[in-house]
């Protein structure tokens, strides 16, 4: 029942972060936060906290997947990788 629970919170937590980078690009983007000179900023290492922290969490997906029924899982992780494209999209058209 773990595995079952693990897969199933590992297959909507990456487009969850994905969602909220969006948010926070476009908050960024709209209030000014974080395109100060010098560093980065705090916006840009959340930013790019979320997007690492993907990475795992989709590799903790396949390997609790149940590999005997392939179609779920590959929609799942073409949903993951979509709304990653959205993100680099998004940063795209704000030139981020």
Same mark, same amino acid.
Not at 25 to 38: D, E, S
Not at 47 to 62: E, G, H, T, W
């Given at each position: 029942m773990a595995y079952r629970t693990l897969n199933?919170?590992?297959a909507v937590l990456p487009p969850i972060?994905? !969602?909220? !980078?969006?948010g926070l690009?476009?908050?960024?983007?709209?209030?000014?936060?974080?395109?100060?000179?010098?560093?980065?900023?705090?916006a840009?290492?959340?930013?790019?906290?979320m997007m690492a922290l993907q990475l795992p969490v989709i590799a903790l997906f396949l390997a609790t997947a149940d590999w005997r029924v392939r179609r779920p899982?590959?929609?799942a992780v073409m949903?993951?990788? !979509?709304?990653?494209g959205v993100v680099f999209a998004v940063g795209a058209w704000f030139r981020i």
């Amino acid at each position: 029942m773990a595995y079952r629970t693990l897969n199933r919170v590992s297959a909507v937590l990456p487009p969850i972060l994905s !969602a909220a !980078a969006v948010g926070l690009i476009l908050f960024a983007m709209t209030t000014g936060w974080g395109q100060g000179k010098g560093d980065e900023g705090a916006a840009a290492h959340i930013f790019q906290i979320m997007m690492a922290l993907q990475l795992p969490v989709i590799a903790l997906f396949l390997a609790t997947a149940d590999w005997r029924v392939r179609r779920p899982i590959l929609g799942a992780v073409m949903v993951q990788i !979509a709304a990653i494209g959205v993100v680099f999209a998004v940063g795209a058209w704000f030139r981020i």
